[in-house]
Nanobody, 117 residues
């Protein structure tokens, strides 16, 4: 069974930093893309950042310049350093992975990030 488990969330003051991690288990296939999405109360899920196997990255406009995504292909894990956090970054952050072989998508349960202003 494939599992994605997030860690590193929590409560931080505006201007602070957090480093999210996502560990996988049960992944017997090659992962094409890993990344992070977020969902704030009453809003749709939105892309934050993605990284492919060649470390090509894609960021949302709000994440550019503040967040840095990285991955470890051997460990099939993904990370995101978030700096200069603002109140509007408050959301549940979900880890995402897409398989290379058939493009199946997998999601973590999410972790809360709360930024106090």
């Amino acid at each position: 069974q494939v599992r994605l488990v997030e860690s590193g969330g929590g409560l931080v003051e505006a201007g602070g930093s957090l480093n999210l991690s996502c560990a996988t288990s049960g992944v017997l296939f090659r992962i094409a893309t890993m990344g992070w999405y977020r969902q704030a109360p009453g809003k749709q899920r939105e892309l934050v950042a993605l990284v492919d196997r060649d470390n090509v990255t894609k960021y949302s406009e709000s994440a550019k310049g503040r967040f840095t995504i990285s991955r470890n292909n051997a460990e099939k894990s993904v990370y995101m350093q978030m700096n200069n956090l603002q109140a509007e970054d408050t959301a549940v952050y979900l880890c995402y992975a897409k398989a290379s072989i058939d493009y199946s998508e997998y999601w973590g349960r999410g972790i809360q990030v709360t930024v106090s202003s």
